[in-house]
């Protein structure tokens, strides 16, 4: 499998468990990719249903990478669930595929730059993203906030992510054409 490629590319900078022969609770260079534990894959799987149409029973997540972003399995590819952006979008690549372009040295699918810059702009919080931590946005995008590092802060990646549902859910509602210029 292709996951070879990604743990060859990415360094292994922590496990949550004992390591196997399988990626289970393995973090990649700092937090940038971390793959699901059983434990972790069933919270996530419950998550992205409550967020993202036409995942029950045909996704299962299998990592999740540092700005809470999770990846997800399927018999149709791997789909990436985007809770800053409350979408779910389909990368047309199978498990195998989506690994070997992950792998590719030109390539940047988690936005590794960005996190390379985040960890630069705040040297003072230099240790690796813990397996439950994300980089998520102090002001959610879906209510006006900007997309840029000084709106970054690291978090709990489990409460993130189901604030960022609950934004989504309301956000959804609104009438076609609302404008949210920003928190009140």
């Avoid at 069933?42 to 992205?48: L, N």
């Avoid at 972003?69 to 389909?90: F, I, K, W």
């Amino acid at each position: 499998m292709s996951v070879d490629a990604l743990l060859r590319r990415y360094s292994v900078t922590g496990t949550v468990e004992e390591p196997k022969a399988s990626p289970s609770g393995r973090t990649l260079a700092h937090g940038l990719l971390r793959f699901h534990t059983p434990a972790s894959a069933q919270e996530s799987y419950a998550a992205c249903v409550r967020l993202a149409k036409g995942i029950d029973g045909r996704y299962f997540p299998f990592a999740f990478d540092w700005a809470g972003r999770e990846l997800l399995a399927g018999a149709d590819g791997v789909v990436v669930v985007d809770p800053a952006r409350g979408l779910a979008t389909a990368t047309g690549l199978d498990l195998d595929a989506w690994c070997a372009a992950a792998a590719e040295e030109d390539g940047d699918p988690f936005g590794a730059a960005d996190f390379r810059a985040w960890r630069e702009t705040y040297p003072g919080d230099p240790d690796p993203l813990g397996f439950d931590e994300a980089v998520g946005y102090r002001t959610p995008l879906l209510l006006g906030g900007e997309d840029d590092l000084a709106n970054r802060e690291r978090t709990d990646r489990r409460a993130y992510f189901d604030d960022c549902v609950a934004i989504a859910r309301q956000v959804r509602k609104l009438p076609e054409g609302t404008v949210i210029s920003g928190p009140a």
